[in-house]
Nanobody
């Protein structure tokens, strides 16, 4: 079993920055990939970013490309989401997730095997 715990959310003004962290614990942690999703009030959960646990491949939603950066620290079993130039429309609960068994896509929720509880990000205008 894998546990994912997000941290780093909070309230920030538009144009500001936040860095989210997702620490994994439990079984020997060796995912295929890690991702971040978000869910705004009244909306479906959507893909934000993902990375392979080995190598340099990263993937971003068009809405965050150039503003958000996903990264990892393999030694700490932690994935990060650096969020810059935040906008009010970035307000959401942010979730990290782990792919253990790759199913062919990183952008769909169904492709992820474990999920964290989420951390709230609120961007004020």
């Amino acid at each position: 079993q894998v546990q994912l715990v997000e941290s780093g959310g909070g309230l920030v003004q538009a144009g500001g920055s936040l860095r989210l962290s997702c620490a994994a614990s439990g079984r020997t942690f060796s995912p295929y990939a890690m991702g971040w999703f978000r869910q705004a009030p009244g909306k479906e959960r959507e893909f934000v970013a993902a990375l392979r646990w080995s190598g340099d491949s990263t993937y971003y939603a068009a809405s965050v490309r150039g503003r958000f950066t996903i990264s990892r620290d393999n030694a700490k079993n932690t994935v990060y989401l650096q969020m810059n130039s935040l906008k009010p429309e970035d307000t959401a609960v942010y979730y990290c997730a782990a792919v253990i068994h790759y199913s062919g896509s990183y952008i769909y929720e169904a492709g992820y095997d474990y999920w964290g509880q989420g951390t709230q990000v609120t961007v004020s205008s």
